[in-house]
């Protein structure tokens, strides 16, 4: 008798469950939505607007102290001597790449008048060129010289910048320490 009471109630819990999860697959069907692949890709795309306006989040002055400034000086770091093993590469290679995609941050700057001139917009681009041309270097794993002098070619556009648009205000970004010192020597390998 009692063994009967129990199989009764197994078959009441395992009846529950099941249509339990009858209701729940039915339902989940039912919200989704079912249609071939290119319906979904065209409706993706009428959701997407293409262009979008980029929106400026701090002021230039923090893009560069937060973002630029740091990103540079891993770079400095990473390419002041010779890459050799990949780990040497990869440090180069995030940096470059970082600062590439950062330089892209420049265009939507609109803190100051001055920033919606032809000129800033003719900075940037060159900056952006200088540094997919250093990104571009590193990834190919050029010879060294040619890193350097893409480096050094970026470097000088940082000063350039700085000095058109804010004389005297922002100091001087500098090369490694260890390149100055040997400065004299540095200039016989590397025709600038
Ligand atoms: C397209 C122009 C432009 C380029 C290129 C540029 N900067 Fe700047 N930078 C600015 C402006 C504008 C400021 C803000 C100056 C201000 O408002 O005082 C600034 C400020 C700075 C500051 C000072 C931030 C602070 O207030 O503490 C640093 C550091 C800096 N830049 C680093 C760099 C480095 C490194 C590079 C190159 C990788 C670079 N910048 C490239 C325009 C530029």
């Not at 989940?28 to 979904?40: D, M, R």
């Not at 929106?55 to 740091?70: F, G, H, R, Y």
Request: charged share 30%; with cysteine.
């Amino acid at each position: 008798m009692k063994l009967k009471v129990y199989a009764l109630a197994l078959f009441t819990i395992v009846g529950t469950l099941a249509a339990m999860a009858f209701v729940s697959s039915d339902s989940q069907s039912k919200s989704t939505t079912l249609f071939p692949v290119a319906e979904a890709a065209d409706a993706a795309e009428a959701r997407t607007p293409i262009q979008v306006e980029q929106i400026q989040i701090v002021e230039t002055a923090e893009l560069m102290k937060l973002l630029v400034d740091p990103m540079f000086e891993e770079l400095k770091d990473a390419v002041e001597n010779p890459p050799e093993k990949r780990r040497h590469w990869r440090s180069l290679y995030i940096a470059a790449f970082n600062l590439a995609e950062l330089s892209n941050l420049n265009f939507s700057r609109r803190d100051d008048d001055y920033m919606s001139t032809t000129e800033w917009v003719e900075f940037c681009i060159k900056s952006r060129d200088l540094s997919i041309a250093l990104a571009d270097s590193v990834k190919g794993q050029a010879d060294y010289s040619i890193i350097k002098n893409n480096f050094l070619a970026l470097t000088d556009n940082c000063n350039d910048c700085h000095t058109k648009f804010e004389p005297g205000e922002v100091d001087k970004i500098e090369v490694p320490e260890s390149w100055k010192e040997n400065a004299a020597g540095e200039k016989e390998d590397i025709p600038l």
